[in-house]
């Protein structure tokens, strides 16, 4: 009977660590096919869906959920607003951004934007330009695009990799209710990927 209990515990022991794999192994192969399809839509310019995930994470600092992903990608492809619009309407309406970087001073929301978008501090020639420089007056949607359209390599790497988790994050669990639980896992997705591969992996084993 003894032996009976223990082959029984160990085969639940052995079940658990199969469903595990599985689930990994699952979370892999869904993260690689976003992967790859970012990689396929890069060499073109960004698709709807990358421009709004960036949009999200730059002045929102997480991933958009997969309900709002969806809505406001058909708006913009039905040309009923631009993803410009979309911006202005996260700066000047969004409670979120309002109650986040919009409540901070020109120079943390400069360091937020560069933190949120390239996983970096900004170098003192940028902070000083966008802060007391000519850059001083850009709204912040508009700061936004300028740091999007002008990343270096290194920071377009990143700002990629970041796109990809949070396409990834909206694919598994976008459908998610909007809840704060649901808002910090979207923030996570994003917050700690950078322009390294291993990032961007932890980033999918954690979201999953």
Known sequence: ?????????????????????????????????????????????????????????????????????????????????????LRANIVDSQYEYINGLGAKSRKELVKALYQNLFARKPDAVGLNYWVSGGGANVDADQLALALINGAAATDKKTMRHKTQAANYYAELLGDSSS??????????????????????????????
């Open 1 to 85: 009977m003894q032996k009976a209990v223990i082959s029984l515990g160990f085969l639940a022991q052995v079940n658990r660590g199969v469903v595990l794999i599985y689930r990994l192994l699952s979370a892999i192969v869904l993260w690689l096919s976003v992967s790859l399809l970012a990689s396929a839509q890069s060499v073109n310019q960004a698709s709807t869906t990358e421009q709004i995930q960036q949009v999200y994470i730059a002045l929102l600092g997480r991933a958009a959920d997969k309900g709002g992903l969806a809505y406001w990608a058909e708006q913009i492809d039905k040309k009923v607003l631009t993803i410009e619009q």
């Open 179 to 208: 809840d704060s639980a649901s808002s910090q896992t979207a923030r996570l997705a994003v917050s700690k990927v950078n322009n390294t591969w291993d990032s961007l992996q932890q980033s999918a084993i954690a979201t999953y």
